[in-house]
């Protein structure tokens, strides 16, 4: 049953699996009116690339208005994108993470992914030891109920998943892989990083949230 609706939820929208193909540098990135224009190399990424077609920018869901298959893409980034996320930091010469979206067939190797940032937040700590990093970021009030040990996070665009949970930071662990695949390799303790809470987790507690009060009052 959970294949069944992973395949319709798949054909109605755009999903992501976290598992970045690649960093992107940024060619130009021009403020407007309206928001911001992005251009970013994205190369072998682009093979194939369409006008429209969905592309994981650091994590955030962005449309193809423009491009050179195999060079370059370029992005429209509204206002509200820009005031949930990063993307308002990055220049010239800045780095990226870069996921095409999924196709039908595809393996889900990291976990679904929306590409909708809910906030950007903090690298507060990097502890560095033979062949691990761990990241501590902070966590924004309104957000801790989302989040579980174990559980799965997108920081950046890259699927992880959570090793501590406290009540204003978490943890999450890099391997050396993921570091010399994404641009988390450059954090430092003043990064902001985009912060995908687990849909599913989000449901199903903000379901509880908005039914228990009604439960509780029908047995009392």
């Known amino acids: 049953m959970t294949g069944t609706v992973f ?31 992005l251009r970013i190399q994205v190369n072998e990424m682009g093979t194939g690339l369409e006008l429209g077609a969905s592309v994981a920018v650091s994590g955030v869901c962005l449309t193809v208005v423009y491009f050179e298959e195999g060079a370059w893409a370029e992005f429209d980034v509204i206002q509200e994108t820009l005031d949930r996320s990063n993307l308002g930091m990055l220049q010239t010469g800045s780095s990226t993470n870069i996921e095409r979206s999924l196709r039908m067939g595809d393996e889900l190797g990291g976990h679904q992914v929306n590409g909708h940032i809910d ?39 890259v699927s992880l998943t959570v090793v501590d949970v406290e009540p204003d930071r978490f943890s999450v662990c890099l391997i050396p892989e993921t570091l010399s695949r994404t641009t988390l390799c450059n954090a430092t303790r003043t990064t902001l990083v985009n912060l995908e809470f687990d849909h599913q987790t989000k ?18």
């Open 119 to 157: 906030c950007k937040a903090q690298v507060l700590e990097i502890i560095e030891t033979p062949g691990n990093c761990k990241l501590w970021i902070e966590l924004p009030p309104q957000w801790n109920n989302y989040l579980v040990p174990k559980g799965w996070i997108a920081v950046d665009g």
């Open 7 to 37: 395949i319709h939820t798949l054909r109605k929208a755009k999903l992501f699996t976290g598992i970045v193909q690649g960093k992107g540098e940024v060619l130009f990135s021009q403020r407007h009116s309206g928001g911001l224009k």
């Open 203 to 220: 449901v199903i507690v903000d379901s509880i949230e908005r039914l228990l009060p009604r439960f509780l009052a029908n047995i009392t």
